[in-house]
């Protein structure tokens, strides 16, 4: 079984230019979840999905961070302007149902802001 | 406020020693509880999982953990450490998809 794919591995770029991040999630997981990850600490979850449709983005900076899951499969998320703090790992993660089952990650992408 | 804590920024122990990392969880309803491990360079993969039923769950690579309402704790333990077990470990209550902030293993030759 294919896990999570997220791409790119890598990415520097400077303060307030954009980025986007793709995953793709393992066939027929319905809840895609975004996570960002800061050096030394756990987990934060960003957003989300059941399907195409948004669960929680509560923690989501809406005024730079905007995510989206096209047909309930692929998902983007965007930063557009980047700042210094954002430098982090963005993970993605997807299961089959919500929370109460397993969600497998990807790999994940370091972004570094500089 | 709901939260879930590990008390243990970083913990040595030396190879074929016992190991137990804390976990302890504040919150209202029953909490579905996980641990994970991410090596370095890796992704996070699931150790074990308690939703309900017993509350000494087995998961891979000989770890265990225990559930204890009481004491709030959902510590992860393993009797024996092997070098390759070095890597960070994070807990993770899924009522709301909350991650401790995760305990750095070390493992001594």
């Known amino acids: 079984e294919a896990g999570v794919a997220q791409s790119p591995r890598y990415k520097i770029i400077e303060k307030r230019q954009s980025v986007a991040f793709w995953c793709n999630p393992i066939?027929?997981?319905?809840?895609l979840y975004w996570y960002q990850q800061i050096l030394g600490q756990g987990p934060k979850l960003l957003i989300q999905?059941?399907?195409?449709?948004?669960?929680?983005d509560s923690q989501l900076p809406k005024d730079r961070f905007s995510a989206e899951r096209l047909k309930g499969v692929d998902s983007t998320l965007k930063i557009q302007p980047a700042k210094l703090e954002d430098s982090a790992v963005y993970l993605c993660?997807?299961?089959?149902?919500?929370?109460?089952?397993?969600?497998?990650f990807g790999q994940g992408t370091r972004l570094t802001v500089v | 406020a709901q939260s879930v804590t590990q008390p243990d920024i970083h913990i040595t122990v030396s190879e074929g020693a016992s190991l137990e990392l804390r976990c302890n969880y504040s919150?209202?309803?029953?909490?579905?509880l996980f641990w994970y491990v991410q090596s370095p360079g890796q992704g996070l993969q699931l150790l074990l999982k308690?939703?309900?039923?017993?509350?000494l769950v087995q998961g891979i690579k000989g770890f265990e953990a225990e559930f204890k309402r009481s004491q709030s704790s959902f510590n992860l333990r393993k009797p024996s450490v092997h070098w390759s077990d070095a890597a960070e470990y994070f807990c993770?209550?899924?009522?709301?998809?909350?991650f401790g902030a995760g305990t750095r293993l070390t493992v001594k030759p």
């Open positions: 066939s027929g997981h319905a809840t």
């Open positions: 993660a997807s299961s089959l149902g919500w929370r109460v089952t397993e969600a497998f």
């Open positions: 993770a209550v899924y009522n709301d998809m909350r």
């Open positions: 308690y939703f309900s039923g017993d509350t």
């Open positions: 999905f059941q399907n195409n449709g948004v669960v929680d």
């Open positions: 919150y209202g309803a029953t909490p579905y």
